[in-house]
Structure formats: C-alpha cells, structure tokens
C-alpha cells in the first residue's frame, strides 16, 4: 500500500492488492463490506486516519467482547456480576 504522492490517500485498488500481497485471500464480498465502510464516499480512495480508527475501534472492541465474555464465564450463578470468590 503506497501514498506516492503523500495525500493521506491510497487507491482501494492498492489497498486491495497490499491484502494479496502479504498471503490474505480477501473475499469480494468481504473486500466490498471493508470498502464501503473505509469509503463511504465511493470515491475509490481510502483515507489513512481513518483506516487507522477502524483498525483501533475493531482492537477495541473484540478485547472488550474478549472481556465481557470472561466476565461471563466468571458469573457463575447469573446474576449479572461477579464476587470475589467467583474470581
């Protein structure tokens, strides 16, 4: 994934082709979800600020899922919270 000319842009193209290159088979579908998402204004260009918050949000988000589910696990009679006992 190249910016060559230092917009902050790079070409879903590009973008596409740095999936291939590093040995992720990318679906179409799934690129074409990605792409939407990264380019809303189907301008057929990916903005790096904002592939870099939606690489962060989706960390955040599965450590946070990574944690309500061992919260879970630890509620062991349901009740919505844990004692220290059950930790």
Do not use: A, W
């Amino acid at each position: 994934m190249r910016d060559q000319q230092k917009t902050g842009l790079v070409s879903c193209h590009d973008f596409l082709t740095s999936f291939e290159l590093s040995g992720m088979n990318v679906l179409p579908r799934e690129f074409e979800e990605l792409q939407s998402e990264l380019d809303p204004q189907k301008s057929g260009r990916i903005n790096y600020e904002t592939f870099l918050t939606s690489v962060f949000m989706t960390q955040m988000f599965l450590k946070e899922l990574n944690l309500t589910n061992v919260l879970r696990q630890m509620d062991t009679d349901n009740k919505g919270g844990i004692t220290i006992r059950q930790m």
